[in-house]
């Protein structure tokens, strides 16, 4: 088979943990590309030109097709480069990981972030309906090495990106213990086994400059 | 092989869009279905006990396998039941209906709504910005039937249920000519040739009680 000239280019940001997990993909399935750090929030012209309607990050330039929207540059990914499926086959599997990676993404982030941040009805309450929706999560990786299984898929790169790589360090900044061992033993266990996966440990963002950032950001969505 | 009725069952609301594409969905395709109509202000214990994460509709029942998220549900019904396809089979072109499916339900949906009803910054500034996002849907649908091209697809459900068939309604009742045809000959194009289609006739709310319920539901925005 002859190697095709394939350009990919993957415009992100160091801190995003949607621009992680396509970082994750693309390790995963061993496909070279060129990284082109944004400055956010001095949006580079490359990145207005290319995502004009959102302006944000990532965006995959993949030849001359752009994509944009984590999800589906992962879907994207996993059609084009084979290699170490990310989604399940089955149609109700596949369905159930997007179900669930949705709830990530939306709730899981709007109440593990925003809402604990502004916490309008109390700290303690905010952190009550956080784990309520953790545990959720905690039943679905229950009995599995990871939520794809033996093997990380799209789910664990969405929460493994999203979780224990974003929101824990804005949770520790806190001084939040948001999923303690003996309340979430699974959970625990996966993120353990998560540092393990080669692909996952080299998009993890630096402990302590993120720990840093998000606290300055959960200041800038307490004084608004 | 003959599918029977009680093999799909849907969980829905008359007059909610993410019901309707579902059932235009399952009609395109000649799904037999069981429509179990929800009322989503006192809600079952079946809704709740089916859909615990959201307890929303619609949710899709298929011989034990239970979805929720009307884009999830789109996308296993067009795997399941594969005639008259809905998504591409191309990956690039599939992310593409999928990013404007997104862009249709988190951004259209909110801005040229909520954010009207709301009128913040008063209605008219409220409704440039919703015409500015519409100017991207216009283009997308320029030169083609419809979103999918020649036959309606994911994008047509998705934005036909929301736009025409919900929102407009809402706008009908606010006195607000959102997009007007000088403006937008092409997406006006398009809700007339949608219009024609026997099975998207078939899943419109009717006219009157809509045009009530988004006043209610005005009613409601105002004043949260």
């Excluded at chain 1, 956010?40 to 929207?69: A, M, Q, R, S, Y």
């Excluded at chain 1, 520790?172 to 540092?195: H, Q, V, Y």
């Excluded at chain 2, 992310?95 to 249709?104: C, D, I, R, T, Y």
């Excluded at chain 2, 606010?174 to 000088?182: H, L, N, R, V």
């Amino acid at each position: 088979m002859t190697e095709k000239e394939e350009s990919v280019k993957l415009l992100g940001f160091w801190a995003s943990p949607f621009s992680r997990r396509v970082e994750m993909a693309l390790k995963l399935k061993g496909v070279p590309y060129e990284y082109l750090e944004e400055d956010l929030p001095n949006k580079t012209p490359l990145l207005l030109e290319l995502n004009p309607l959102h302006k944000k990050v990532p965006v995959l330039v993949h030849n001359d097709k752009i994509l944009l929207e984590s999800h589906l540059i992962l879907e994207y990914i996993d059609q084009i480069w084979k290699k170490n499926p990310i989604l399940p086959q089955d149609p109700y599997e596949k369905a159930m990981a997007r179900f669930w990676a949705k709830f990530i993404d939306e709730q899981i982030l709007t109440l593990g972030f925003r809402s604990l941040v502004k916490a309008e009805k109390g700290r303690e309450v905010a952190i009550e309906e956080t784990r309520e929706m953790l545990m959720f999560l905690e039943k679905e990786v229950t009995g599995k090495d990871f939520f794809g299984g033996k093997t990380i898929g799209f789910l664990d790169m969405i929460a493994g990106s999203m979780i224990p790589f974003c929101l824990a360090r804005l949770w520790e900044g806190m001084g939040i213990d948001m999923i303690p061992g003996e309340k979430f033993p699974e959970l625990n266990r996966w993120i353990k086994t998560l540092e393990e996966v080669e692909a996952v440990r080299g998009c993890i963002p630096p402990r302590d400059k993120q720990i840093e950032r998000m606290t300055k950001i959960a200041e800038t969505i307490r004084s608004a | 092989m003959a599918e029977k009725e009680e093999d799909v069952k849907l969980l829905g609301f008359w007059a909610s869009p993410f019901t309707r594409r579902v059932e235009m969905a399952l009609k395109l395709k000649g799904v037999p279905y069981e429509y179990l109509e929800q009322d989503i202000v006192n809600k079952s214990p079946l809704l709740l006990q089916i859909n615990p994460v959201y307890k929303k509709v619609p949710v899709l029942v298929h011989k034990g396998n239970i979805l929720s998220e009307s884009h999830v549900i789109l996308e296993y019904i067009d795997q399941i039941w594969k005639n008259n396809p809905i998504l591409p089979q191309d990956p690039y072109e599939k992310a593409m209906a999928l990013f404007w499916a997104k862009f249709v339900d988190e951004q259209v949906g909110p801005v040229a709504f909520m954010s009207v009803a709301k009128a913040e910054k008063g209605v008219e500034v409220a409704i440039k910005e919703a015409q500015e996002l519409f100017m991207f849907l216009e283009k997308e649908v320029t030169g083609k039937d419809f979103f999918g091209g020649k036959t309606i697809g994911f994008l047509d459900l998705v934005a036909g249920s929301m736009i025409p068939f919900c929102l407009a309604r809402g706008w009908e009742g606010m006195g607000i000519d959102m997009i007007p045809e000088e403006k937008f000959p092409e997406l006006n194009r398009w809700i007339k040739n949608l219009k024609e289609i026997e099975i998207v006739r078939e899943c419109i709310p009717p006219r009157e009680e809509q045009i009530e319920h988004m006043k209610k539901v005005v009613e409601r925005i105002k004043s949260a």
